[in-house]
């Protein structure tokens, strides 16, 4: 039972990644975004994301309570540690979620419109560029639970070149996401055209960033290179995220909104499958003593199973609705989509 | 400020902001469906506009509930990493099966809101009662984690150690249910009353009064009824905490010396160096019978509870007669409704019983801060009851007060925008729903 835990865990971290990426990619293409091109690119990311969003953020709750419930050690650990980033990414969640909701049920469009686009766009970044300054201080070896002064105890543990690296990183990535996404949300040519301009911009930017990383990596002395490259899975993984770069670029200059989801979709999966494979079991790297492991570091027994049951039961009823979800408004935005095309080429 | 006062606060001030959220974001997809019922049955557009007006008051409180409980699950280790290391794989399973209920509800949530026109009318209005009874879900659940708190079960404690962990029966621990009660009927009755009132308001300024009278009715059903069940629950609480926590009883009670035929003391101020209650009225032998049902039986006073372990007297037992008091108030104005409903229709209309229900806006809220003041007080000095103490429980990093004033910052400029946003959207009411022929068209 423990695997279907760790399972869980997995999918909800690489779910959340996946569709609250996307979802904060659109806030972050908002920030990016000259003014003229804004509301346009507001209104196609508002009505893409309206329905889902709120789920799409379940993920993260998801994957916190198995951590409390299921490795309550590293729960406590990064909890202790990594304090001040998750104070500030709950601050980007609150923002975020607040100014997104408010914005769309202020019954009196007025110049409060402003300030919640402003909260949401910036908290878009902020979310999860610590999302990620979390993620790498967790693999970055500089948490140290032994320490007792404040400066080593709570704010090395986390501020170091690699974790701003990887933060940036997942700011683009999330970006990234989000401008394929839009590409199929759009209803006329010229919006169309406009995202996937913005998807070649941001793949370029992922890709620097995503080099950014191993320069910081080098800089700190964190053996990313090896980590990464040093066996054949994350090489492989590495290689056809590249190599379907190339496809991504080819079905997104011939018009198809799918294929370049799930293209997408794909690199971010392999990118994941490359750190997580060299690590597993470990979740946590220390600075000193042995690392916090998913097989080690668990809850008794009991535990596990009941809560391997319950994420099963809950799986039950998620999953289906989630897809009816997905399916529902998906099918709806597209018949939209090709009504207005065809309404188009008929003027 | 001290930062274990520092994390105690920033935690009670994250509750007390959620609970508000989460009580009106899992009562009122009820009131919405039986709007919603009414619109598809009986086809009064005022239905339907009553019914989009209160799923937009849903989001708000919904998001803002989903957000501030997104901040807890993190909170929980942030504030208390040594209690959850050793509490989270016990109480973990009421959790785990609330995100299941918390994610159903988001799920339902997206369609409902968004699915106006685009599905079968029935299908439409049952993910509103699915968004609904998932938030019930969720609420009861998480209260049962509360109550594990209350009433330890489910392991063994031997020489500081967990064993022979059982989540199941931790999470059917001996508070679950009593706590699960009361909290619902609250729940219901808060949020019947907050919104019966801003109706009434608008009723009172002659505004839609079509429109507002209707949601009145609504509401004021809902928070009535749980009202007068109310007490019952809570007498059932009463004589659960009697037997199980019987210093928090001795605390909410301000009952400082054990005694036969004890008497209830009511309002007073507690002083709790010379452990008396001044300026306080006795009703000679009442805390017996409520406590074990009869007037002469023995209730444990403070003084057979070690002074290490004895929580504060003041805040519980100002409190819980708070609580009681506007609980009182709410079940005589529910009494006077239904005697209304059934022998004086003309009351219904009148403006000094609507002036009542405006007043009643606040109370239930208040009790219910009030009586979570109750529990979490007087269950101090032990964050798990008997087992750890809270002191022990909190977060080593230093500087939890600027962390606390920061949260202060955010949560007090939320609700702000809240409060801003709800008025903005009653008083668009006439211009979004009051146009029988644009509603028509639309």
Redesign the interface.
Request: no cysteine; proline share 6%; net charge neutral.
């Given at each position: 039972m423990q695997y279907v835990v760790i399972i869980y865990l997995c999918l909800a971290i690489w779910l959340y990644l996946l569709l609250g990426g996307a979802d904060f990619g659109a806030g972050i293409m908002e920030l990016f975004t000259r003014s003229k091109n804004r509301s346009a690119a507001r209104q196609t990311m508002s009505h893409a994301i309206?329905?889902?969003w709120?789920?799409n953020?379940?993920w993260?709750?998801?994957a916190?309570?198995?951590l409390?419930?299921?490795f309550?050690?590293i729960?406590?650990v990064?909890?202790?540690s990594l304090?001040i980033p998750?104070?500030v990414m709950?601050?980007g969640?609150?923002a975020r979620?607040?100014a997104?909701?408010?914005r769309?049920?202020?019954?009196?469009k007025d110049r409060m419109q402003m300030l919640y686009n402003r909260i949401f766009a910036l908290s878009s970044a902020v979310t999860p560029f610590f999302l990620g300054v979390i993620a790498a201080s967790v693999l970055a070896g500089y948490v140290n639970p032994a320490a007792t002064d404040?400066l080593t105890?709570?704010v090395w543990s986390w501020l170091h070149w690699f974790a701003v690296a990887v933060g940036a990183f997942t700011v683009a990535l999330c970006g990234f996401l989000a401008s394929v996404y839009s590409i199929g949300e759009t209803h006329n040519e010229a919006d169309k055209r406009y995202f996937i301009r913005k998807t070649r911009t941001m793949t370029i930017i992922t890709f620097l960033a995503g080099a950014l990383v191993f320069v910081a990596a080098g800089f700190e002395g964190i053996p990313l290179g090896p980590w990464i490259f040093g066996n054949w899975v994350g090489s492989s993984a590495v290689g056809l995220a590249t190599l379907s770069l190339g496809g991504l670029f080819y079905a997104v200059s011939r018009g198809h909104t799918v294929l370049p989801r799930l293209l997408a979709g794909f690199q971010v999966t392999m990118i994941l499958l490359a750190i997580g494979y060299r690590h597993f079991p470990d979740f946590v790297v220390l600075r000193h003593g042995s690392n916090l492991s998913l097989l080690r570091d668990q809850?008794?027994a009991?535990?596990m199973q009941?809560?391997g049951w319950?994420?099963l039961?809950?799986s039950i009823?998620?999953l289906p609705?989630?897809y009816y979800?997905y399916y529902?408004?998906q099918h709806?935005a597209e018949e939209v989509a090709e009504g207005t095309t065809i309404a188009a080429v008929r003027k | 400020m001290d930062d274990f006062l520092a994390a105690r606060s920033q935690m009670a001030l994250s509750l007390g902001f959620h609970i508000i959220f989460s009580c009106i974001g899992m009562v009122m997809p009820f009131f919405m469906a039986v709007a919603h019922y009414k619109w598809l049955r009986g086809g009064d557009e005022t239905y339907r506009n009553l019914t989009k007006a209160w799923s937009?008051g849903v989001?708000?409180f919904?998001?803002?509930g989903?957000?501030?409980?997104?901040?807890l699950?993190?909170?929980?280790?942030?504030l208390w990493?040594?209690f959850?290391?050793?509490a989270?794989?016990?109480f973990?399973?009421p959790?785990?099966?609330?995100?299941?209920a918390?994610?159903?509800e988001?799920?339902?949530?997206?369609?409902f809101?968004?699915?106006w026109g685009?599905?079968h009318p029935w299908f439409h209005w049952f993910t509103g009662v699915v968004v609904g009874v998932s938030g019930l879900a969720s609420g009861i659940l998480v209260v049962a984690a509360n109550a594990w708190m209350n009433s330890p079960s489910g392991f063994d404690y031997v020489n500081g150690q967990y064993l022979n962990?059982?989540?199941?029966r931790a999470m059917f621990n001996d508070a679950w249910l009593s706590q699960a009660l009361h909290m619902t009927l609250a729940a219901f009755a808060a949020t019947g009353f907050a919104v019966a009132g801003v109706h009434a308001l608008m009723v009172l300024k002659r505004r839609n009064i079509h429109f507002h009278f209707r949601a009145f009715q609504i509401a004021a059903v809902f928070g009535t009824v749980a009202a007068v069940l109310q007490p019952l629950s809570g007498d059932f609480s009463a004589k659960d905490v009697a037997r199980r926590q019987p210093a928090k009883l001795a605390a909410m009670e301000a009952h400082f010396h054990t005694e036969k035929s004890a008497a209830l003391v009511l309002g007073g101020l507690p002083n709790e160096k010379e452990q008396r209650v001044d300026y306080a009225i006795k009703i000679p032998g009442a805390l017996s019978f409520l406590a074990h049902g009869n007037f002469e039986q023995e209730v444990t006073g403070l003084d057979r509870i070690p002074v290490a372990d004895r929580p504060p007297v003041t805040v519980p037992h100002l409190a819980f007669q708070l609580m009681v008091g506007l609980g009182m108030f709410m079940m005589g104005l529910a009494l006077l409704y239904f005697w209304a409903l059934w022998r004086r229709p003309h009351w219904l209309r009148a403006d000094w019983l609507l002036k009542l229900f405006v007043a009643a806006i606040p109370a239930g809220f208040i009790a219910v801060e009030a009586g979570w003041t109750v529990t979490e007080v007087g269950r101090q000095p032990w964050i798990l009851y008997g087992i750890m103490r809270t002191r022990d429980a909190v977060?080593?990093?230093?500087g939890i007060a600027y962390?606390f004033y920061?949260f202060t910052a955010?949560y007090l400029s939320?609700s702000l925008?809240v409060i801003f946003?709800l008025y903005?959207?009653i008083?668009?009411v006439p211009e979004?729903y009051d146009r029988p022929a644009l509603v028509g068209a639309a």
């Open positions: 309206g329905p889902i709120e789920a953020h379940m993260l709750i998801i916190v309570v198995i409390f419930v299921g309550p050690r729960y406590g990064m909890s202790v304090h998750l104070v709950l601050l969640i609150i979620g607040t997104f909701v408010f769309h049920y202020d019954a009196v404040f105890a709570y809850a008794p009991a535990t009941a809560l319950a994420l039961l809950g009823f998620i609705a989630l979800l529902s408004f709806e | 937009k989001a708000i919904f998001a803002v989903a957000v501030s409980g997104t901040v699950s993190f909170e929980l280790g942030l990493p040594k959850m290391e050793h989270g794989p016990i973990g399973m959790f785990s099966l609330e995100g299941t918390f994610f159903i988001a799920i339902a949530l997206g369609f809101l968004y699915g685009r599905f962990v059982d989540p199941v977060t080593p990093m230093p962390s920061l955010v939320l925008v946003l903005r959207q008083k668009m979004l």
